[in-house]
């Protein structure tokens, strides 16, 4: 005996309703997946303050200088919650890591020193090691512009001595353009 004629019918019309809903599983489980690994790197990028004048190659902090450091543990110096720092970088200069100093020690965290001559290395390094985070990058002199060049392809003026107040805040999304926000303590 023959199957009935509208069950042989009814398969091939079906079909294309469920290779169009097992396509859409698919692409909304691609796009999900997609959605969930796009991260932002957020890059915060400061100066330590001005060297005083004298005869001193690399000199310490002044007095000024160690209340921007104090100033800059206090922001960033939060441990617990969302929002903390993932790493400190700092150039190799006295003054830069001095200005750390205070922040490392709050968050129980050790700065990665990095040659002031090398600062492709050191954004290269940034954005490998810390996707998705958050970062603090202290530099001193020409470090600051190299760095957010590599970082973000903008070319920035250095900073008038007097200028050290200034954060810069890139935000590298894995998906789209890098941004750059210039914002004075």
């Known amino acids: 005996m023959d ?26 489980g691609v796009a999900v997946t997609f959605y969930r690994s796009a991260t932002t790197t957020v890059v915060l990028l400061v100066r330590p303050v001005e060297k005083e004048p004298g005869t001193i190659d690399d000199p ?10 104090q100033h800059l543990a206090q922001m960033f110096g ?3 919650g969302s929002g903390g720092l993932d790493a400190i970088y700092v150039s190799d200069d006295r003054r830069a890591q001095q200005t750390a100093a205070p922040l490392a020690q709050r968050l ?17 390094r940034v954005l490998r090691e810390h996707a998705g985070g958050t970062v603090l990058v202290i530099g001193s002199g020409a470090t600051v ?38 914002i004075r303590l």
């Open 3 to 28: 199957p009935p004629a509208i069950t042989r019918h009814r398969r091939p019309f079906l079909a294309p309703v469920w290779l169009t809903l097992l396509a859409v599983v698919v692409t909304g």
């Open 60 to 69: 310490p902090l002044s007095p000024e200088g160690e209340q921007r450091a």
């Open 78 to 80: 939060d441990s617990g």
């Open 108 to 124: 129980h965290r050790a700065p990665r020193v990095f040659s002031a001559r090398d600062a492709r290395t050191a954004a290269a």
């Open 145 to 182: 512009p190299q760095m957010i060049h590599e970082l973000n392809g903008v070319d920035i003026v250095a900073p008038a001595p007097g200028e050290s107040d200034i954060v810069y805040v890139v935000s590298i999304p894995s998906v789209g353009r890098a941004r750059l926000v210039r």
